[in-house]
T-cell receptor, first 113, second 111 residues
Framework: DAGITQSPRYKITETGRQVTLMCHQT?????MFWYRQDLGHGLRLIYY???????DKGEVPDGYVVSRSKTENFPLTLESATRSQTSVYFC????????????FGSGTRLTVV | GNSVTQMEGPVTLSEEAFLTINCTYT??????LFWYVQYPGEGLQLLLK?????DKGSNKGFEATYRKETTSFHLEKGSVQVSDSAVYFC??????????FGTGTRLQVFP
């Protein structure tokens, strides 16, 4: 089915471990985004990508790495997880015309213990 | 800078009450404005949008008008239902390809 999917839905990891969150979209939209959602902060942009092999930092990029070797995938890696990275992570995508608005995945709830 | 400010929640209403959730934005450039809704355990869904001044976005009984003179995009609904209980996010575009979100307002509707 067409859409945007995130995996895993839930993840518990230990401090210092590397963890990768996956995001896949079936529309071949140019833009993809990673946000984190925290109480009192709303959604904050971590990284975004305008096309394959083009990525850029958002508001809170420290501690995260992204790649975009294929248009449909945009994985987010926490190189060495910290407790402050406990959050709900949302991937989103949009066509070039951002006035259409974003389509979001269902989110990944990450807990770092 | 670019920012969006929403009223703090939770907003608690009885069914069929009138709803207003305030949203103001910084006036940098000519942004598009959006309201997103997040139901429990789900991702955000686009509720409505407006791309230029005086535009009115509407969907599912919700409305919001792009007011350039007051830099506002308040969300309204004439008669809320229990099923409207969710978190509502106001957002504006910037730099042509990104959105910045408000902190969200939780709406709780009781029968």
């Amino acid at each position: 089915d067409a859409g945007i999917t995130q995996s895993p839905r839930y993840k518990i990891t230990e401090t210092g471990r590397q963890v990768t969150l996956m995001c896949h979209q079936t529309w071949s939209h140019s833009y993809m985004f990673w946000y984190r959602q925290d109480l009192g902060h709303g959604l904050r942009l971590i990284y975004y990508s305008a096309a394959a092999d083009i990525t850029d930092k958002g508001e809170v990029p420290d501690g995260y790495v992204v790649s975009r070797s294929k248009t449909e995938n945009f994985p987010l890696t926490l190189e060495s997880a910290t407790r402050s990275q406990t959050s709900v992570y949302f991937c989103a995508t949009t066509k070039v015309d951002r006035a259409d608005g974003y389509t979001f995945g269902s989110g990944t709830r990450l807990t770092v213990v | 800078g670019n920012s969006v400010t929403q009223m703090e929640g939770p907003v608690t209403l009885s069914e069929e009450a009138f709803l207003t959730i305030n949203c103001t934005y910084t006036a940098t450039g000519y942004p598009s404005l959006f309201w997103y809704v997040q139901y429990p355990g789900e991702g955000l869904q686009l509720l409505l949008k407006a791309t230029k001044a005086d535009d009115k976005g509407s969907n599912k009984g919700f409305e919001a008008t792009y007011r350039k003179e007051t830099t506002s995009f308040h969300l309204e609904k004439g008669s809320v239902q229990v099923s409207d209980s969710a978190v509502y996010f106001c957002a504006r575009s910037y730099n042509t390809d990104k959105l910045i979100f408000g902190t969200g307002t939780r709406l709780q509707v009781f029968p």
